[in-house]
Each structure stands twice: as structure tokens, then as C-alpha cells.
Nanobody, 118 residues
């Protein structure tokens, strides 16, 4: 089992920045990747970014490319999502998730709200 706890959400003006944190605990030795997803009101949950736990390689969705960056601090078992140049359409609940394989994400955090005002 892996537990994930997100933090760092809040209200920010358009053009501003936020950094979200995801504290990962439990069986991290079986973790293949940690990703960030988001779900806006009335919309499907969508993938934003992910980082492979061991190699650190990243994948970024086109919708946030150039603005969002994922990183990890292995010593703290924490994954960060740096979000810059935020837009009102980035408003969503942001979820951290961990997968034990490339096939799917097995564990999810409770989510943190990000609201971008225009």
C-alpha cells in the first residue's frame, strides 16, 4: 500500500504560480511512477504530468507543457508540481497518484483545490 497526501493548493491570480506537494509513504519500493491529475467542475479527470520514481524521467501533457514542472525529492519521498503562468482554466482539484506499473495508477490522494482568478 502507498499513501499520498497533497498540499499547497489555494487561490491565485491569473499569471501567478503555485507549488503543490505530494508526500508519498508506505511501499514506495514498488512505486513505478507518481503523477498529477486534475479535475475541473463538470469535466473528466485529466492527466497533467508524471515522474518515474526510480529514473526521474518525466512526461508532461500538452495542455500544461511549458508551464507545469514535476520533480521529486527522494530523501523526503515527496513529489512537487510547480505551476507557473496559471490560467483560469487551470482551476481544478489536483490529485496525486502512484502506480506500481506503467499500466495504471493504483493509489490516489484526497486532492487539493487550485483556483485561478481572472
Amino acid at each position: 500500500q502507498v499513501q499520498l497526501v497533497e498540499s499547497g493548493g489555494g487561490l491565485v491570480q491569473a499569471g501567478g504560480s503555485l507549488r503543490l506537494s505530494c508526500a508519498v509513504s508506505g511501499r514506495t519500493d514498488t512505486t513505478y511512477a507518481v503523477g498529477w491529475f486534475r479535475q475541473a467542475p463538470g469535466k473528466e479527470r485529466e492527466f497533467a504530468v508524471r515522474i518515474r520514481w526510480r529514473s526521474g524521467s518525466t512526461l508532461v501533457a500538452d495542455s500544461v507543457k511549458g508551464r507545469f514542472t514535476i520533480s521529486r525529492d527522494s530523501a523526503k519521498n515527496t513529489v512537487y508540481l510547480q505551476m507557473n503562468s496559471l490560467k483560469p482554466e487551470d482551476t481544478a482539484v489536483y490529485y496525486c497518484a502512484a502506480g506500481e506499473s506503467a499500466a495504471k495508477y493504483d493509489y490516489w490522494g484526497q486532492g487539493t483545490q487550485v483556483t485561478v482568478s481572472s
